[in-house]
């Protein structure tokens, strides 16, 4: 079964953040772990915040972005779903980012695997499967 896991839950396989574990145990499945590939930017994002906060060095963050995006076995181009993305960003009012994943989510009929509280209430506005990590 594939799994969409958005930027939330990929930056807690390399920074130690609450529900850390539970992201980590993702990747023992045998799911197939998908994003669109702008998880790139914001995983990368999320880490290099990090380091200017000074909780890790800019080497390690280097590190960690690889790190968390070898994870990941598929990443999809956006655009492949950017015009479904924008429908869902209109009609949510939610930015597109975020509805990258979920017009991901919606077009493989996987769950999307978040630990984002409003990328959950926007996927069960779409009726898109969601799971918590």
């Given at each position: 079964m594939s799994l969409v896991i958005d930027a939330s839950v990929a930056v807690k396989w390399v920074l130690p953040e609450a529900d850390s574990a539970q992201a980590a145990a993702l990747r023992t499945t045998?799911?197939?772990?998908?994003?669109?590939?702008?998880?790139?930017?914001?995983?990368?994002?999320?880490?290099?915040?990090?380091?200017?906060?000074?909780?890790?060095?800019?080497?390690?963050?280097?590190?960690?972005?690889?790190?968390?995006?070898?994870?990941?076995?598929?990443?999809?181009?956006?655009?492949?779903?950017?015009?479904?993305?924008?429908?869902?960003?209109?009609?949510?009012?939610?930015?597109?980012?975020d509805c990258f994943y979920l017009a991901l989510a919606e077009r493989e009929n996987a769950p999307l695997v978040t630990a984002d509280d409003a990328m959950i209430a926007a996927a069960r506005k779409a009726k898109i499967k969601v799971r918590r990590i």
């Open positions: 045998d799911d197939d772990l998908i994003a669109p590939s702008l998880a790139w930017a914001e995983v990368g994002s999320a880490i290099s915040k990090a380091a200017r906060r000074g909780d890790v060095t800019a080497g390690d963050a280097r590190e960690s972005l690889q790190i968390a995006m070898a994870h990941y076995h598929r990443l999809l181009p956006l655009d492949e779903f950017a015009e479904r993305a924008i429908e869902l960003a209109i009609g949510l009012g939610h930015p597109i980012y």
